[in-house]
């Protein structure tokens, strides 16, 4: 969850014959900006991830594609590697200008309409699983409705085409396999082509920041474990530039998976820590994510209410993959769910 300030907007390079880095603002967001890329196909260009619904976004597309004497309507395909608001917003409106067939995975497409389309249901779900996972009453409303605002960033699309994982997109000199890399979202897709040895990761895989893996409301699975094991698929790729969604391109793919794969290890570790002060008792989701260390400089206080709740979720999906494992206990009593060690025999 750790970000970084980018308030200046990186530049436009064409990276490798035919692929662009088209970096669109992300107003008010501390990402500061989404990567989309642009690839020259034989009948126009795919977009790969698009920004979200704003003004300001789709000028700056609209900005570079001027810039590159490419008008937008050359746009003919749209390939989204997950439906969060910063890669698929702007979906939606992209399609009515540009006409371009839209694809994403199947188990993104599962979401759309409990995600945006019926955001009233989802929030009253989200309060009373905040609440059994232990946050305080008083706390409930600012945890639950952090994440409003960027609903409104979002025009809703239906894909054309789903993809499952496995299919080849071939576009002009490059022919992607896509990856299914569930974890971060659960129908997150990369794009790997083999031969020029180019991965788009999009939150998959990112260079300064750790993606955020949470556990929600309507997980249909258990996502740090899949994150985990979809670093691992990646970390053995041939991959010698990666494309990321947020930051810069970068090399070394083996080592960052590496890191990333640590850096959850220690959590894992840190959340055992916690729950060995506590044998008896026990704590619930809210408590320890609370105790854990998010920042540097920030202590749990200095947190908004948004950042509050990705942090509950996120260690929620720790200790759920500690419980898959056999190595918490799991408890439900009096509307209140405990985790603590299992008691020496
Ligand atoms: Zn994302
Ligand atoms: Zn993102």
Redesign the pocket.
């Known amino acids: 969850m750790t970000q970084t300030r980018n308030d200046v907007l990186p530049e436009r390079a064409e990276l490798l014959p035919g692929i662009w880095r088209l970096p669109l603002p992300l107003r008010d967001s501390p990402?500061g900006h989404?990567n989309t890329y642009l690839v020259r196909a034989d009948d126009g260009y795919l977009l790969v991830d698009c920004g979200w619904d704003t003004a300001d976004t789709l000028q700056a597309l609209e900005g570079h594609m001027r810039a590159l004497d490419i008008p937008l309507g050359d746009v003919r395909h749209l390939v989204v590697t997950h439906i969060?608001p910063?890669?698929y917003g702007l979906a939606g409106r992209l399609r009515e200008i540009t006409r371009a067939d839209l694809s994403f995975h199947r188990l993104e497409r599962l979401y759309i309409e409990s995600r945006y389309g019926n955001a009233e249901e989802l929030l009253s779900e989200m309060h009373e699983w905040l609440r059994i996972n232990g946050t305080p009453g008083a706390e409930l409303d600012r945890l639950n409705f952090g994440s409003m605002g960027i609903i409104e960033r979002v025009k809703i699309a239906f894909p054309d085409r789903t993809l499952d994982g496995g299919e080849e997109i071939t576009c002009g000199r490059f022919a992607f396999r896509v990856l299914w890399t569930p974890g971060h979202s659960t129908g997150h897709i990369c794009l790997f082509d083999a031969r020029n040895k180019v991965l788009l990761s999009?939150?998959h895989v990112l260079p300064h920041i750790t993606p955020s893996v949470g556990l929600h409301v309507r997980a249909a699975s258990n996502p740090l474990a899949d994150y985990l094991d979809s670093l691992r698929l990646v970390g053995r790729l041939e991959a010698e530039l990666v494309l990321p969604?947020?930051g810069e391109p970068f090399h070394g793919l083996p080592e960052r998976t590496a890191e990333l794969i640590a850096h959850h290890q220690g959590r894992l570790d840190e959340i055992k820590i916690l729950l060995e002060r506590e044998p008896a008792r026990g704590l619930n989701g809210y408590t320890i994510a609370s105790r854990m260390k998010w920042s540097r400089r920030r202590t749990w206080d200095d947190l908004s209410g948004f950042e509050r709740r990705l942090a509950v979720t996120e260690a929620l999906a720790h200790i759920e993959l500690l419980h898959a494992r056999g190595e918490v206990h799991k408890e439900y009593a009096e509307g209140e769910i405990t985790y603590r060690l299992p008691l020496p025999e």
Request: overall charge negative.
């Open positions: 990402l989404v969060h910063d890669h999009g939150d969604g947020h």
